[in-house]
Every structure is written in structure tokens, then in C-alpha cells.
């Protein structure tokens, strides 16, 4: 059999190498001259810079299963700091909540006051404590909306939950699926150690190339350079995928590509033989933009962990990789992620790089004299998929209902992981190549692994066992809202 995986992202490269290495026939088609896609490096001045800084959770069973066979060690972090405004080198740093020390930690000295923290915790609880019956209704609100929803919930609660998701994901949580919260954070109190873990190196060089070696090692004739324009039906199949050099056939075909792009080949016959592909154009993406900042000086105080910039206007969050990665040129690299670029997206990359330092230099005492360079990657024409309410009857299958010999991979695409990242995007490819090879009679296919969580009826045993945690709690909160403090 001859199979045409279109997209040469973390998803294509999956797919591929799962049917080949099942014995299939594979040519990759990749529209640019490198592999990755999203999760890639770009060359700038000699030297590849990330997109954007990457973390990979515990919960990340299917991605740390390839670095494991590449030998790939990660680093290991258990906890993430914040920075308020004119506070630094004071830190307020919060642990994952791995253990019951972890828990104490968190409520005497988080970013909220102890009552605070354990309405937070509360409200964490109750969403996750859901069942996914619910699943309509949990697709069909906010996660904000669930939260404020509980009896307990007080706005600073809700506004650090806010903080946190658009940071974590560009997804400001009145717009993220509740469903989509719900499993996540189920995923991530189940495995939360190590909480976060990072590469030993620049994502292309420490993960990409090597993955794409084993690929081509596998068999996948992987060919750069060719754009796919569109998809030739006959018979109701797709007979060849269309690019400038002619058309390559195939006998199965694996549409790999972001959903802005797959969305385009949804016309004609493709449309008319599965129309629900359509829904993609529903689907919408947000950039998550990357500021890296060189430093010609360390400056004291600055951890090796995440650092969130509290309250900033653009979402800004930090690691600094030199601390990370052996052998670094520079003193000090600050790779910056800016959860909120929207506001900049219609400037200057000189004026959105301003903007972006004035407002790190509110937070960190950087000099013009320290900046030994700067690089912006705007990733406005890589945004991310983003899971907003109501999403998901409109991201498609990995098989496609009306045409026999297509599947779709990426992290748009159903998945049990529910959101644009890695771990998505891997997990649904390795959906799609598991039917394609069952439907081709394998009896060797791939596993999905899903991440554990926390049996449900535990879960709400919690719950309810919280209550009167909860109640004292808020009763403070109200207590010092009548007083007129500060809460």
C-alpha cells in the first residue's frame, strides 16, 4: 500500500513513521525545507530559535515515549514562580501539587492569601470532579463560567485562574471549553511530578533532527520542498494530492497539516463526499508569540524555573535557557512567551518588541546597556489552535466519515488530549495511523496512550469532604471584603 502523509509537523512525522515502520510504502510531502512545523526552530543570525519555549508535563505519555527512545534525558522542575511589579529579586514561587508539603507550601506562601488559595484548590476540584456526561455542557461553557458558577468562587480566584490559562495556553479561560479544562487539569493532578520538565537543548537540534533521522530510517521518503495545493478525487477516494511538481499518488492519504491549512482543500468533491470537513472553518487560532532576549550579564535572583510576570498586560512568562542548556553563549538568554500578542499583532515587529521590553523592564531591573540582542518571532502565521467553546462537533475525526482513504492528524483533530500542543498533536497521529493500518488488516498497530486520572468518585468524595474548608474560607474572604482590606 502507498500511503501520502501531507504535512511534515510532529503529527506528520508520527503518522509516517508509524505505517512504515508496519512495512507501508510512505512518502511525507513537507512544504518547507525542514521538519517540525509548529514545533520547529527558525535560523536567525546563524543560530536556531524556538518558536517559543516548550514544557513537557508528565502527562505527555506518547511524546516522552519518543524522547525516551532518543535518548533524550529531561530537566526536571517541581515548581513555577511569579513576579509582581517593582517586587523583584521577590519571588512567589508555587509548587506542584504533588504532595501534602507541596499543598502547605502553596497555602502559606502563594501568590494568593492561605483562604484565598484553598478556594482556588476548591474550585480546581470541582471542575475536575465533573463527569464527562456532562460532556455537551462542558463543551458548551466557559471554563470561567463553570467556576463562577460555585457558591465560594471570589474575584481574585477567578482573575488569578484567568491569568494562568491564557498564560499556560493564549486561551483566555472565558473562551476555553470547559470540557477542555476538565481534562487537563485532571491529567495534571494525577501525574504532577515532576510538574514541568524542559529539554537539555534548543528544541530542533535536541528533539526535531533526531526524531526526523529515525523517521527517515524507517523508510518514509520524506520530500521537501512541495506545497500541496489540493486533493484529486475518483471514485469517491482521493486518488493524488496536487502539488507544483504534479500530482503524487497514492492508495491512502493522511491530511497532517495545521487546520488553517487542511480547511483549504475542503472544496468540490472532498466537500461534497464529507461535508462535516467544513466545520474546520469554524475552528479558530490565536499567535502565542516568543521574545527571546540575549543578556551580556547575569542578573542575580533569576531561578531556574518558569517565572509568570504577574498582572502584565501581554501575558508574559519566562525561562531562562542558559541556566537550562550546557554550554550557552551568553550569560543569560530569557526565552519570553507573550500569551497575549493580539493587541500587537497589527504593529512593527521593532514597536512589538518595545512594547514588550518596556513592560519586562517594569518587572526586571534589565538596562539597554545588558540586551545583547533580541529576536521576535510573532508566529502570526503559526498560530495556535485554540479550543473555544463549542469546538469540538466541529474539529473532525481522524478518519473521515465520507471519504474511505482519508484520515487527519494534528492537534485540532479529536483527540483525548483536548488542546494545541504537543501531546495532541502526537496522540491524534497515532490515532490516525492505528486505523489507517487496521483498516489496511495490521494486526500490529500502535498504541494511544492516555493519561491517567483520579477515579471520579474520589474525586467528589473530596468535594464534598472540602465543604467546610470551603466555607470557613470564604466566610474570611467576605470577611475582609466588609472590612475593606485587601484580600
Not at 293 to 302: D, K, S
Not at 373 to 388: A, G
Request: net charge neutral; aromatic share 8%.
Amino acid at each position: 500500500m502507498d500511503v501520502v502523509v501531507i504535512g511534515g509537523g510532529l503529527a506528520g512525522m508520527t503518522a509516517a513513521r508509524a505505517i512504515a515502520r508496519r512495512g507501508e510504502r510512505v512518502v511525507l510531502l513537507e512544504r518547507t525545507h525542514r521538519l517540525g512545523g509548529k514545533a520547529g526552530s527558525e535560523v536567525r543570525a546563524g543560530r536556531n530559535v524556538e518558536h517559543g519555549y516548550h514544557v513537557f508535563p508528565t502527562w505527555y505519555p506518547n511524546v516522552r515515549e519518543i524522547l525516551r527512545e532518543l535518548g533524550v534525558t529531561l530537566v526536571d522542575f517541581d515548581r513555577y514562580h511569579y513576579v509582581v511589579e517593582g517586587k523583584f529579586p521577590a519571588l512567589v514561587s508555587v509548587r506542584g501539587p504533588s504532595d501534602l508539603r507541596a499543598l502547605v507550601h502553596n497555602l502559606r506562601h502563594g501568590i494568593l492569601p492561605w483562604y484565598q488559595t484553598v478556594l482556588f484548590l476548591g474550585s480546581t476540584l470541582d471542575l475536575i470532579s465533573r463527569s464527562l456526561s456532562e460532556k455537551r455542557l462542558l463543551d458548551r461553557i466557559s471554563q470561567i463560567g463553570i467556576m463562577r458558577e460555585a457558591w465560594f468562587m471570589t474575584e481574585e480566584v477567578a482573575e488569578l485562574n484567568q491569568e494562568n490559562m491564557l498564560k499556560a495556553s493564549a486561551i483566555p479561560s472565558y473562551d476555553m471549553s470547559a470540557m477542555t479544562a476538565k481534562k487537563i487539569g485532571s491529567y495534571w493532578m494525577r501525574q504532577a511530578s515532576p510538574f514541568l520538565s524542559v529539554l537539555p537543548g534548543d528544541l530542533q537540534e535536541t528533539f526535531i533532527d533526531p526524531f526526523a533521522a529515525l523517521v527517515r530510517s524507517d523508510g518514509v521518503d520524506v520530500r521537501f520542498g512541495t506545497e500541496v495545493t489540493g486533493l484529486e478525487m475518483a471514485g469517491g477516494r482521493v486518488k493524488a494530492a496536487l502539488t507544483s511538481t504534479g500530482p503524487v499518488e497514492g492508495d491512502a492519504f493522511v491530511l497532517a497539516t495545521p487546520f488553517e491549512v487542511a480547511r483549504r482543500f475542503v472544496e468540490g468533491e472532498v466537500y461534497a463526499r464529507d461535508p462535516s470537513l467544513g466545520n474546520m472553518h469554524w475552528l479558530e487560532a490565536q499567535p502565542m508569540a516568543a521574545l527571546h532576549v540575549r543578556l551580556n550579564r547575569r542578573i542575580p535572583g533569576i531561578p531556574k524555573e518558569h517565572v509568570f510576570l504577574h498582572g502584565g498586560q501581554h501575558g508574559l512568562s519566562f525561562v531562562d535557557v542558559a541556566q537550562i542548556w550546557p554550554g550557552h553563549a551568553v550569560p543569560m538568554e530569557l526565552s519570553f512567551i507573550s500569551s497575549n500578542f493580539a493587541p500587537l499583532r497589527s504593529v512593527s515587529e521593532a514597536d512589538a518588541t518595545k512594547a514588550l521590553l518596556d513592560e519586562i523592564k517594569r518587572y526586571l531591573p534589565i538596562a539597554d546597556a545588558d540586551v545583547d540582542s533580541t529576536v521576535l518571532h510573532p508566529n502570526v502565521d503559526v498560530p495556535l489552535f485554540i479550543n473555544t467553546i463549542g469546538a469540538w462537533p466541529n474539529r473532525p475525526d481522524p478518519r473521515s466519515a465520507g471519504i474511505p482513504n482519508l484520515w487527519l492528524a494534528g492537534d485540532h483533530v479529536k483527540n483525548p488530549i483536548d488542546l494545541a500542543c504537543m501531546e495532541g498533536a502526537v496522540t491524534s497521529a497515532i490515532a490516525a495511523a492505528r486505523s489507517l493500518l487496521e483498516s489496511a488488516g495490521h494486526a500490529d498497530l500502535p498504541e494511544v496512550k492516555i493519561p491517567p486520572t483520579y477515579p471520579r468518585p474520589l474525586l467528589a468524595f473530596l468535594r464534598f469532604a472540602m465543604t467546610p474548608a470551603l466555607a470557613g474560607a470564604h466566610a474570611v474572604a467576605r470577611l475582609h471584603e466588609w472590612l475593606g482590606r485587601p484580600t
